[in-house]
């Protein structure tokens, strides 16, 4: 198996981490000492789903640029990942990477979300799409070091033995202009979570809801601008801030709700055996720049069959969660996980055994559930702190049955 040859790949540069993974986790039930999470009524909560809002523009873009497959993006991979070197101190590490230099230290992008080919196909051909087993990591770019949100952006990640250690960044362009004359924008959004179902790649919009974008529809751009130039240029080519590739996008899940209370939509995660996403939200019990409230935890259903929400979908699942700072959420067979950023810690939960706490990273984000048919299931994450950006797996039977 492929993550297991990069376990032998890895061990030289992550034997300082492999020596900090050894602690063993702190477990402590919390259902008496914080109430656990509590149940909500999820008909409350409900999407609007719109696939085709950019066809006509798409398709044009589509003639104007021409696509690129994943295979054809990876074999231009210009980025090397490393090994990870940092002491992430945590119980049931099994294998992981770090960006190249500048990723790791960059102030201006900041990785979020994170997904993978095993998410989008399952464990069949070793979770390989398009001849590829891969990570995805979502980012989020500022205007200048301590600037506003500019843009975002995904990195594909080989995760494959039979391929270079590479990756490559590509850019999250909405669709814009006319069908004549195609053109497209930045797409200035945090992209706290991200989920790879199929050909759709779903990515959290903080306020709204999800983006879709469909990893069939990469498009090949022109280099030679200024990486200030975005979109159509006057002689006709299309530049992307220097990127080689943009991804554009499809279509709009809209959230509503009869709460009262909007969902703030931080992060998400594919859950394969219900076949739904699940989302949660960044609150905070006393600050400025987040809602000061408990946060919630919601399930949407794909539709049956299909890789796509329904025009309209109601909620199955609705949680009211007793944490804060709330960067991650998996679920699972009916487990669930959550991943503050603040407390450093792992929370784990189901309504019948209850719930637990483990030591985490600091600066973790998003979580992704690996699936895996001939070794052990594994949890994917993150860090976004500059110098620290690594890219890691525990096995999943460490933090819950």
């Known amino acids: 198996m492929a993550v297991r040859k990069r ?82 101190g945590i119980a049931g590490y099994q294998t992981g990477f770090r960006f190249d230099s500048g990723d790791n230290s960059d102030c201006t992008n900041y990785p979020q979300g994170i997904t993978s080919s095993r998410d989008a196909i399952g464990t069949a051909n ?38 270079p250690n590479k990756y490559r960044k590509i850019l999250l362009v909405e669709p814009a202009g006319t069908a004549s004359t195609p053109n497209f924008t930045d797409i200035p959004i945090h992209a706290g979570g991200v989920s790879w179902y199929g050909d759709y790649l779903y990515v959290a919009d903080t306020g709204h809801g999800m983006r879709v974008f469909n990893m069939k529809k990469i498009l090949k751009t022109d280099t030679s601008g200024s990486s200030s130039e975005i979109g159509r240029q006057s002689d006709g080519t299309y530049h992307a801030h220097n990127y080689a590739y943009v991804l554009p996008q499809v279509g709009t899940i809209t959230s509503h709700t009869t709460s009262g209370t909007s969902l703030v939509w931080s992060t998400i995660s594919l859950d394969r055996v219900s076949r739904s996403i699940v989302m949660t939200e960044y609150t905070c019990a006393s600050c400025t720049n987040y809602p000061q409230r408990s946060p919630r935890a919601v399930r949407f259903p794909f539709a049956s069959g299909a890789t796509t929400f329904a025009a309209t979908t109601t909620a199955t699942q609705a949680l009211h969660l007793p944490w804060y700072n709330l960067n991650g959420v998996g679920s699972h067979n009916g487990r669930w996980w959550f991943n503050s950023s603040g407390a450093k810690k792992l929370y784990y939960w189901t309504p019948s055994t209850g719930s637990h706490t483990y030591n985490w990273v600091g600066g973790g984000e998003s979580l992704s559930y690996w699936e895996d048919a001939s070794g052990p299931d594994l949890l994917w994450s993150l860090q976004e702190p500059t110098g620290h950006r690594n890219v890691f797996a525990v096995t999943q039977a460490t933090y819950g049955p």
């Open 7 to 88: 376990l032998v790949a890895l061990a030289a540069t992550g034997a300082v981490l492999l020596a900090g993974a050894a602690l063993t986790a702190t477990t402590s039930t919390m259902a008496s000492a914080a109430g656990g999470p509590t149940t909500l009524p999820a008909s409350q909560y409900t999407l609007t789903s719109d696939y085709h809002k950019y066809d006509t523009l798409d398709s044009a873009l589509v003639s104007k640029l021409g696509t690129a497959s994943v295979d054809t993006v990876m074999k231009n991979a210009n980025h090397t990942r490393t090994g990870i070197t940092d002491s992430l």
């Open 126 to 163: 070793s979770g390989n799409y398009d001849g590829h087993q891969l990570i995805l990591v979502s980012w989020y770019t500022k205007a200048g070091c301590g600037g506003s949100q500019a843009r975002s952006r995904i990195t594909l990640v080989d995760w494959d033995a039979t391929w």
